[in-house]
Structure formats: structure tokens, C-alpha cells
């Protein structure tokens, strides 16, 4: 069965940095682009990211494009987002997501990172 | 910036039919889904490509689509479907998704 598991959430200062990683199982990584979404507290879904399969394209919501970089370690079934320049709008939970027919068909448990001083 | 318009809420009674919109410009031709979202979860794919069910997925839950307004149905609905409902659909290369919609079964 398919298993996405985010990690590396956490309370940062503005203007910081993180990574957040996200462990892929039960699917054949290399194959499929993958999302990153996310959710602010009480608010709805909000998409972030896309990789394609092989790294070779990415793509980013105006809201963190220049500030946060999408990136795969297929050797290790690994995907990442770093984030830089936090700010208070991007607390929230954030999900990764393998990329379906034309949706999001699975999707991990999410990882919360607040952004506050 | 393309835009999905979802209503807030919707309610229905247990046993009936349960009705969800999503409109965008020409969302017809663009083959939207829906996923279902319960307090504390995470979002789960119930509808992709218009009208199509992931495998697990109750056959009570159906979608259509044509024009600009893709409709996601629960019939029969039951009180484990009381949930966030978010349509999603694609721009160019980007994901976009609707601002969700809570169904009540009262």
C-alpha cells in the first residue's frame, strides 16, 4: 500500500528557513510526479508545488514562488521542500501528495509548521 | 488566476441526496476531481476525470461535469459523510482547488 510520510515540520522565527522531507513506500517512486499542498489552520487546501517524475520540471504557487524549492532524491524515494523566508501566512499543514490521473490520489499525514517569534 | 467557486455549506438530511457544485470557466474541458477531508485527516480522493471512483470509494458518490459547473453527488448519504468536500481542477500546469464546501447530515 501506498505510504507518504512528511517530516521536518516545526515553530521557526519569520524570515527562517526549513526543510520539510516527505518518505515515499508501496509505490514505484520514480514514476510519478508529486505535490506539495498545504492547509492553514481552519482554512482550506492550498496547492504549493509540483515535480515531475524525473526532477526534470517544477512548478510553484505565486505565494512561495522565489522562496521555496521543490526537490526528489528518487535513489531514495525522498521528496523535499525547502522552504526560505518564512512568514507568518505560511503556517500551516503541509501534505504531500503523489500526482494520479489528473489529481492527487494519495496523500501523506501532513507535518504543521508555524511560523511565529 | 483561474478560480473555483464552491458554496460554504450545504446540509442534508440522512438517507437523501447530497448535491455539491464547482464552477469555473469552462470547467467542462478540464476534468476535475473531488476530495473529502474529515476533521483531523487527510484529504481523500473520492472522484477524478469528471465522474470516476477510486477503488474503495462508496458507489454512492458520483461526479459530472459540462460547462462551467462540475457537480459532486452523494446519494443516500450517510452520517460518516459528513465532511469538507474540495473540488480540484488544472490550469496550464498548476493545481487549483475550490474553497471547499461542509456537508451537514442533520
Known amino acids: 500500500q501506498v505510504q507518504l510520510v512528511e517530516s521536518g515540520g516545526g515553530v521557526v522565527q519569520p524570515g527562517r528557513s526549513l526543510r520539510l522531507s516527505c518518505a515515499a513506500s508501496?509505490?514505484?517512486?520514480?514514476?510519478?510526479?508529486m505535490h506539495w499542498v498545504r492547509q492553514a489552520p481552519g482554512k482550506g487546501l492550498e496547492w504549493v508545488a509540483l515535480?515531475?517524475?524525473?526532477?526534470?520540471?517544477?512548478y510553484y504557487a505565486d505565494s512561495v514562488k522565489g522562496r521555496f524549492t521543490i526537490s526528489r532524491d528518487n535513489s531514495k524515494n525522498m521528496l523535499y521542500l525547502q522552504m526560505n523566508s518564512l512568514r507568518a501566512e505560511d503556517t500551516a499543514v503541509y501534505y504531500c501528495?503523489?500526482?494520479?490521473?489528473?489529481?492527487?490520489?494519495?496523500w501523506g499525514q501532513g507535518t504543521l509548521v508555524t511560523v511565529s517569534s | 488566476s483561474y478560480e473555483l467557486t464552491q458554496p460554504p455549506s450545504v446540509s442534508v438530511s440522512p438517507g437523501q441526496t447530497a448535491s455539491i457544485t464547482c464552477s469555473g470557466d469552462?470547467?467542462?474541458?478540464?476534468?476535475p476531481c473531488w476530495y473529502q477531508q474529515k476533521p483531523g485527516q487527510s484529504p481523500v480522493l473520492v472522484i477524478y476525470?469528471?465522474?470516476k471512483r477510486p477503488s474503495g470509494i462508496p458507489e454512492r458518490f458520483s461526479g459530472s461535469n459540462s460547462g462551467n459547473t462540475a457537480t459532486l453527488t452523494i446519494s443516500g448519504t450517510q452520517a460518516m459523510d459528513e465532511a469538507d468536500y474540495y473540488c480540484?481542477?488544472?490550469?496550464?500546469?498548476?493545481?487549483?482547488f475550490g474553497g471547499g464546501t461542509k456537508l451537514t447530515v442533520l
Open positions: 501528495a503523489r500526482d494520479g490521473t489528473k489529481s492527487l490520489d494519495f
Open positions: 508501496g509505490l514505484t517512486f520514480r514514476r510519478n510526479g
Open positions: 515535480i515531475w517524475n524525473d526532477g526534470s520540471n517544477k
Open positions: 469552462k470547467l467542462g474541458d478540464k476534468y
Open positions: 476525470q469528471d465522474r
Open positions: 480540484q481542477a488544472w490550469d496550464s500546469s498548476t493545481v487549483v
